[in-house]
């Protein structure tokens, strides 16, 4: 009971910080997931329409090395190249989420029958236009798999942002750590694990809803 | 071009004790990787068996995947001390879920019609699991390994916060020395590593899926 | 499958192996574990340790290094992981103790006590007297801004406070006595922002100009280094951090040999001489051992 009390407690006291935490946490998880998608969707669409497998492959495999650089070594690399704080962990936080997206929407488009292209050709749609109207709604379900996949690890990698001064809930279990806090520590991990879980739910949920459409 | 030079003459100098934290490193990776087979495969098994335990299971599973890896490992140590073995406990749980996941997903993917002939060939539930359902899955399994490796080479980088050694040592006494060449010399055989994983572990599923057609 | 499971046993069999692990020196005596946080002083002060114990006994001392913080080094310990370490006076007031139990003060003789009293109870282990260096929180700005502004005075920096950024470890602004809300109290103003980081990464950002103020350790020679001036902390606010060997009883009763060593570094090394041995491991790249090695030669410990 007494545990409950103390824990109810450390809540009082540090409500304000741990929001602060939080809010730090969703921030640099979200502009790494809006910039990731920015980049890759665009990107993977560009790629369907390249004849050179080689580029193609290449692109693939230097997205596939980011994503296997242990993180505390990319976001040691980011430092001298890019200082402290929130720009170099979103950077390197960025290139772990691309080859996830890249590949989920490359395959989304790739998998589409191409008698449906070859039909939307036949009835005049322009590039574009079967791009916007048929391709990219067939390959939704892909790409929303992809950044549900990505969203989850990324809230999981935030943490390690602390290291290097970008703050997030890291921050409040590398302090318990310093501090010898468990409830600190505890909390981060809980929080982390929530948001995660949460944000999983809701892309699934919206996973669905477009795969049904 | 100072750097690059400081850096290969820094990695020659040290190249025994490189080899022998490399060496560590894949000791841990591959024992962390062994045990959550061991785990893994069964649970996987069960899960696909009984459906009503598979949520519970891969859920659990999956709570274990989003533990932050610092908070990971400073609960760990609160129960296991430091070293070696707290380490690869570490790295059990975070390649428990691909590999329970794609067990289940693998076994469950198995054709029901293939599952009806061996039924009516008079096999029994285990022989059916043990000759066909399992086999079949076995290209799921591999793909599992694969994302389970990538992971547990970087999650193990961490290693020196716990006492562990390993290629971390570099990257983190590089970090608090400030000497980026320590850092690129852990992270750039680290990388590798998980490089080499990921391909041979790529060639392993594609054999595995040639074996089957 | 088969082969699944072999290799499986196999693993589970070679970890209870590596987890039983021997201990004896190539000369016939003990291998004993000295646990070091991130930070360098403790790192040298092992090689130190080590140096003089490999010499004088026939004992060995390994060391592992980069432990996070002295949390995980005390827990080292408990669990007999660990030996010896280095050890602050002043982490007693670290939410290790009940309110009733440590007294909080800024004078080191009171906070060496009670860190001798409260740890070496709890920890069954030693809290030697004071190496002789002093490696507490502090607060530093650049030289030429300290200069350029009149500032000497933590006090001073106030009227600049809300334009600073601050740099500082993950865990100074939770802190609850010595930390950022406490700092607050005491002298009544805050920075615009406050960012916890890795303590290596602070230097670098202040001499950067991606931080303006830092919470320096006044041992660490990136100090004199990057040309940062300590503010007189003028309202006594932070609490000493003398650095003590600590050692386990177990160990000192059994090895007298090594508890002598442990008794000799009492009050031998200042702060300056840790700075200057720092400067060499963070500033100038060398080798730990190697300046430990130097530096003991030099006071003659070793031949």
Redesign the interface.
Known sequence: MEFITDYVMFWQDEYQSIMTYTSEHLLISFVVIVLSILVTVPLAVYMTKMKNDKIKSLIFNIANIFQTIPTIALLAIMIPLLGIGFAPAVTALFLYALLPLLRNTYTGIKSIDPSIVEAAKGMGFTTMGRLFKIELPAALPYVMSGIRVTTVYIISWTTLAALIGAGGLGDLILAGIGYNDQYMIFTGTLLAIVIALLLDLAFGKLEKKYTNA | MDFITGLTQYMIENRSELLALTIEHIVMVAYGMALALLVGIPLGIIAARYQKLAPIIISATNILQLIPSLAMLAILTLYMGLGFQTMVIGLFFYSLMPIVRNTYVGIKEVDDSVIEAGRGSGMTPLQLLGKIQFPLSIPFLMAGLRVASVIAVAVACLGPYIGAEALGKEIISGISLQSDVKIYAGAIPATLLALIADFMLGKLETRSKQRMA | ?KR??N??????L??LL??CGTSASSEGGEVFEY?AQ???DPKIMGQILKLLVEDQTDHEVNI?????????VM??ID?G?FDFATLYSGEVY???FDEDQVEYSTDPEATLEQAQELFGERYDMKWYDSIGFINQYSIAVKEDFAADNNITTMTDLGEYANNMIL?T???W???DNDGYEGYQEAYGYSFEEA???????????IA?D??DVVTAYTVDPQIIEYDLKILEDDQKFFPPYEASLVARNEVIDEYPEVADILDSLVGSISTEEMTQMMHE??IN?RDAAEVAKEFATEKGWIE
Do not use: C, W
């Open positions: 499958m699944f499971i290799s499986s046993v196999f693993a589970l070679i970890i590596a987890a646990g991130k930070n360098t592992t290094e980069d432990m996070p913080a002295s949390p995980q827990g080292g669990r992981d670290n939410n290790h740099g470890d993950n865990s602004i939770e802190r960012r916890g980081m890795d303590v290596a990464l602070m230097y670098e950002g950067n991606e931080l491991v963070d790249k």
